[in-house]
């Protein structure tokens, strides 16, 4: 096949749909704007740079989050394989030392033969060309404006933030302690405990302290999957203590009993030697994090390597500008893949670039496109974005009510999303073989 495929973005979606499309034999030009400009979060040039968590969330298949991973992994999934490859202990979720996985994605997609990378920012869409965008959230303003010339929508936009990362050996080991996290795994979570008098401090000095400022109606648009720290804890003064600082499971061993409330950190590195605080996204100014953070119990002389930071993301209106397999209703040569869809988290971008590759493929070779089965995660993430024009579209994770239900009633949530899982991987695997779609 002599045919080629821009792919915009080497983030998540872009590295994800490059690899698929040069696996299946078409020559990919790779643009990525990086370093030549980059954006207010990332900090790197590397590809797949993970900008807030290093988590991947929930692993087993009781979870949505988890039966994606394992969908991806039976399409070959270059993400889960160097996830997979690069994790670090986290009890019951799967997360990755973030520097060596942006390593192995760059290093696999940038010498690929069938790759070539060109560093330069993305302006202008060739209509003629077949296009992948994966700009992500943080897609530049010249891009951005070209998008919407092309859609004829308004972008809609919220809020995203990212959480502190944090030096271990600055950490007080005669307060913080390793356990696991709401009691399910290994002792994977570094977790300094709050007492109810601590938890009250912290709690007004988060609400007196300074934020950076969100002009205008943007002030209400941060998506609530990734809502700051100091957001939380205006809800109400218990709120953080049954959301982020929940202590199910926790007993203190240096005092022997549970505590008010509990700050968790996980491991960011394979060394472990850099924690980042669970549940802290926060657009603090600097100052005013390491002043507030540093109140609670065994963070009082913490190093933070990184504050958390706050920055707008953007995304289509998919349901109105998008068809299920990923491409423009207008114009079927041009895709979209990533975050700038309307999907939110890690693997749920990754997942749409895979999607949107096989679909351009598929195009490529004169067939129809793939629309996953409604019993897969593949397939709810895909009709989510497809929904009906009239709703208030908004972002989201991938998460069972997406996924078409069970014929019948299953007593017990965990044995109900076990049973979506056991019958959606069966399901897949059927369409994999119908369809040929496995890389060899």
């Not at 207010?40 to 039966?67: M, Q, Y």
């Not at 271990?168 to 996290?181: G, P, T, V």
């Not at 007492?195 to 401090?201: A, F, G, R, W």
């Not at 969100?214 to 998506?223: A, M, R």
Request: charged residues 25%; glycine residues 8%.
């Amino acid at each position: 096949m002599t045919e080629k495929v821009i792919v915009v973005g080497a983030g998540l979606a872009g590295s994800e749909a490059a690899w698929q499309l040069a696996e299946r034999g078409i020559a990919v030009e790779l643009y990525e704007m990086r370093p030549l400009k980059t954006t207010p979060a990332h900090v790197t040039d590397k590809f797949a740079e993970l900008v807030c968590s290093n988590s991947f969330r929930a692993a087993g298949l009781e979870n949505a989050v988890g039966l994606l991973k394992e969908e991806m992994r039976r399409l070959n999934s270059l993400i889960m394989e160097t996830a997979d490859k690069t994790q670090v202990p986290a009890g019951g979720a799967l997360a990755v030392d973030r520097q060596e996985f942006s390593r192995e994605i760059t290093e696999k997609v940038s010498s690929h033969p069938r790759i070539t990378l060109i560093r330069e920012e993305f302006t202008r869409i060739p209509l003629q060309e077949n296009v992948i965008i994966a700009s992500g959230p943080l897609t530049s303003d010249s891009l951005a404006g070209e998008i919407l010339r092309l859609t004829g929508e308004e972008a809609l936009s919220f809020f995203d933030a990212a959480a502190p990362i944090v030096e271990l050996e600055s950490i007080d080991m005669n307060k913080a302690f390793w356990a696991s996290r709401y009691n399910k795994g290994e002792a994977d979570y570094l977790n300094c405990p709050l007492n109810e008098e601590e938890y009250k401090l912290f709690y007004e000095a988060l609400l007196q302290a300074e934020t950076v400022e969100i002009k205008g109606f943007e002030k209400d648009l941060v998506f609530e999957g990734c809502m700051p720290i100091e957001i939380i804890a205006q809800r109400g003064y218990m709120t953080m203590a049954f959301g982020p600082l929940k202590p199910v499971g926790i007993v203190n061993p240096h005092t022997g009993k549970a505590p008010f409330a509990v700050v968790q950190l996980r491991k960011e590195n394979i060394a472990g030697t850099l924690l980042n605080m669970v549940g802290f996204q926060t657009h603090l100014k600097w100052g005013e994090q390491k002043k507030v953070f540093r109140l609670i119990p065994g963070l009082e002389k913490a190093e933070f390597v990184r504050y958390g930071v706050m920055h707008k993301n953007i995304f289509l209106n998919a349901p109105k500008v998008l068809q299920a397999d990923f491409s423009l209703r207008q114009n079927s040569n041009i895709f979209f893949a990533g975050q700038i869809t309307g999907v939110e988290g890690y693997l749920e971008s990754a997942a749409s670039g895979l999607l949107a590759a096989i679909n351009m493929w598929r195009r490529l070779n004169g067939q129809n496109s793939l629309i996953f089965p409604e019993e897969t995660a593949l397939g709810g993430l895909a009709r989510h974005l497809a929904g009906s024009p009239s709703f208030d579209f908004q972002p989201m994770n991938i998460n069972f009510g997406l996924i078409s239900p069970l014929p019948r009633k299953v007593r017990g949530k965990r044995e109900r999303n076990l049973q979506i899982s056991a019958r959606a991987l069966s399901a897949l695997e059927d369409f994999i073989t119908q369809n040929g779609l496995r890389c060899t």
